[in-house]
């Protein structure tokens, strides 16, 4: 199987980088075949204009989905954003890592969507949700939160999680058309004991078991 993991965050050693290091590792003892975009080590750009095309179709009034949907027929993206829409593509599986920012994806992250999601390339014409591009592909989100799991409850402070990530689960994910798995949380990584991180990480293993 083919996994595309697309990472966001800034450093090496902190513990999103090991939960990505742990599903590298444990999806290529697999046998799978595992790409990884680690977005601030590549610089990516998050800033969708212009420079996404090589070409124009309307020089005089730039209008972003037009020219996505204009550059799916034409092939026009520029390299960076076509590498990354091609590694999309091979992938069968896709997974996000990422700390939660603000109640949802980084910006560097929420960039590689809105550049690489491009509009008639990944979604348009009817191809949505159930009968999206993506269609019998799966994702899933691995994150940490900054709080523990008592405020991500239902009635907790910051409210239920799972409405909280329905956004990405939903309006970015499913509606391309992947079979999205539940995701896999590290509550206050930072907080917590050493024992309950490894235990993160031995739970991070096992939810790589891609036969579930």
């Known amino acids: 199987m083919n996994v595309l993991l697309v ?50 179709a309307d020089p005089d009034f730039f209008k972003y989905g037009v020219e996505q949907a204009k550059a799916a027929e034409a092939k026009t993206f520029a390299p960076d954003v076509a590498s ?27 960039g590689w969507v809105d550049r690489v999601f491009a509009a008639g390339l990944t979604y348009g014409g009817g191809r949505w949700y159930s009968n999206g591009v993506f269609r019998g592909k ?38 391309v058309g992947f079979d999205v798995l539940p995701p896999f949380v590290a509550y206050a990584p930072a907080r917590v004991a050493p024992e309950q991180r490894d235990s993160y990480l031995r739970n991070t293993r096992s939810g790589c078991d891609l036969g579930r």
């Open 138 to 175: 799966r994702a899933m989100l691995s994150l940490t939160t900054g709080g523990p799991p008592s405020i991500y409850s239902p009635r907790g402070l910051n409210g239920d999680l799972n409405t909280i990530l329905f956004p990405i689960n939903h309006g970015m994910l499913y509606f």
């Open 7 to 56: 990472h966001a965050h800034e450093e090496p050693k902190s513990f999103n980088g090991a939960m990505r290091d742990v599903a590298v590792r444990t999806l290529t003892e697999e046998g799978h075949t595992i790409e990884v975009s680690d977005l601030y080590a590549m610089n990516f750009n998050p800033v969708g204009g212009r420079h996404d095309f090589t070409s124009l």
């Open 84 to 110: 990354e829409q091609e590694k999309l593509f091979r992938a069968d599986f896709l997974i996000f890592q990422f700390p939660l920012w603000w109640f949802g994806l980084p910006a560097i992250l929420k």
